[in-house]
């Protein structure tokens, strides 16, 4: 398994362990209504991306404050949470990162926008 992928699988692991998918059942008790499921996890997903959201707005005032040391802390539990995401819904996050950056690579200056 590459680094990333396990750094997905050990914080997924963690973030159980720790209570943070007591919620992730609620799906289950829907299979029976499609519509719904597919409801209920898009509302725990965005549950999720929420809290990559706080830990951004984490660093962006630990930035304001001029204390790089929680800056660092924060951008780490920025990717903490993604790797986390990314490890319950079976992302290969090394993969599409490196599709992406091979993408990224081919688009335009500034991917040919102002700013």
């Known amino acids: 398994m590459n680094n990333i992928n396990k750094l997905c699988e050990d914080a997924h692991e963690n973030a ?5 998918y007591e919620d992730w059942d609620i799906p289950l008790m829907l299979v029976d209504k499609p ?11 965005s549950k999720r991306l929420l809290l990559v959201v706080g830990e951004v707005s984490e660093a962006m005032e630990a930035l304001r404050k001029d ?49």
Do not use: S, W
Not at 35 to 43: D, H, K, R
């Open 35 to 45: 519509n719904l499921m597919l409801e209920a996890e898009n509302a725990l997903i």
């Open 67 to 115: 204390d790089r040391k929680n800056f660092k802390e924060e951008l780490a539990d920025v990717c903490i949470r993604i790797f986390d995401l990314a490890g319950c819904l079976d992302v290969d996050l090394e993969a599409e990162i490196t599709r992406k950056m091979k993408k990224n690579k081919l688009r335009p200056y500034k991917h040919g926008k102002q700013f």
């Open 16 to 20: 159980i362990v720790h209570g943070f």
